[in-house]
């Protein structure tokens, strides 16, 4: 993450700098999904709506997060002003979740 930050950081103007930090959050959504799929797989995690829930919050997320990106087309601001929106929001949001069913 820090290499993709600082060259986002760098080339703030470039939709090239969003895509690289846009495809290092997908990677590290896609790794969290998939390490919780494996531990449920395995037995390993007890409460399966826990688990449900966690999975939901991550593919939803990600899908947030390229609908931010794909504001990189209007503006670099705007989509960067987005992502962190969605970061906040996904921290606070709690038990207030879009994602919960």
């Known amino acids: 993450m820090p290499f993709s930050t600082s060259l986002l950081a760098e080339f703030v103007h470039e939709r090239l ?3 690289v930090y846009w495809a290092n959050l997908a990677a ?4 969290l999904y998939a390490s919780i ?19 939901r919050r991550i ?4 899908a ?6 794909a ?6 601001y705007v989509s960067i002003a987005l992502i962190f929106a969605a970061k ?3 921290v606070v949001s709690g038990r207030v979740s879009p994602f919960r069913s």
């Not at 947030?64 to 990106?69: D, E, K, R, S």
Request: proline content about 0%.
């Open 88 to 90: 906040r929001f996904s």
């Open 64 to 69: 947030v997060y390229a609908v931010c990106f």
């Open 37 to 55: 799929a494996y531990a449920q797989r395995m037995r390993f995690l007890g409460d399966d709506d826990a688990v449900a829930l966690h999975k």
């Open 71 to 76: 504001f990189c087309i209007v503006d670099t």
């Open 59 to 62: 593919a939803g997320y990600q």
């Open 17 to 19: 700098a969003m895509a």
């Open 28 to 31: 590290l959504g896609a790794l």
